[in-house]
């Protein structure tokens, strides 16, 4: 299987603030990677897939970029309705995987 | 759009069978991945498995021997059943498809509690 991790696990920030969040894979994927956003009681919705193409709807304020192994998760400018956990996932081979989850709170 | 509906039972013993059913509406079930996700309370999101062009099927390792997908086209409906459920399986199940033929996932069903409990 794939592994997956993120960092940070948890980060506060401030509105207005550009908030990074990486994901890794234990191998590469090339650019098979999807961008989640789930706010408490919800289910996810996709921000972004394949790396950095933004899901019709998604605010622009968020961007993917990376590929291989290593990808990040940029927030522009970060506002009261971003606060919310973001998992990463890769769809190269089955069982697809997620990563564990970064919790953004503002401050 | 395509919306996904989950129903079935909030409430399983344990060693019996948790079955699940989606309703798809606004597409037709002949096409996509049709999936199941599930998170554990607190917990982060678990693939289980999908189900394509009716009959194609790919679990997860883990659950390989416990999960069945099925899909009843006269109904636009899938269905996911474990056996054998135990308290690790008390979760949040979500159906989900891609709306293409990749395996993220852009339509989610609102989830269903399954609790695994006597």
């Known amino acids: 299987d794939i592994q997956m991790t993120q960092s940070p696990s948890t980060l506060s920030a401030s509105v207005g603030d550009r908030v990074t969040i990486t994901c890794r894979a234990s191998q590469s994927i090339s650019s098979w990677l999807a961008w989640y956003q789930q706010k408490p009681g919800k289910a996810p919705q996709v921000l972004i897939y394949?790396?950095?193409s933004l899901e019709s709807g998604a605010p622009s304020r968020f961007r993917g970029s990376g590929s291989g192994t290593e990808f990040t998760l940029t927030i522009s400018s970060l506002q009261p309705d971003d606060s919310a956990t973001y998992y990463c996932q890769q769809y190269l081979s089955s069982p697809f995987t997620f990563g564990p989850g970064t919790k953004v709170d503002i401050k | 759009q395509v919306q996904l509906q989950e129903s079935g039972p909030g409430l399983v013993k344990p060693s019996e069978t948790l079955s699940l059913t989606c309703s798809v509406f606004?597409?037709?079930?002949?096409?996509?991945?049709w999936s199941w996700i599930r998170q554990a309370p607190g917990k982060g999101l678990e693939w289980i498995g999908y189900i394509y062009h009716s009959e194609i099927t790919t679990y997860k390792p883990s659950l390989n021997s416990r999960v069945t997908f099925l899909v009843d086209a006269s109904k636009n409906q899938f269905s996911l059943k474990l056996s054998s459920v135990t308290t690790a399986d008390t979760a949040i199940y979500y159906c989900v498809t891609s709306k293409n033929d990749f395996n993220y996932y852009a339509v989610w069903g609102q989830g269903t509690l399954v609790t695994v409990s006597s």
């Open positions: 394949e790396a950095s």
């Open positions: 606004g597409a037709s079930i002949n096409n996509y991945y």
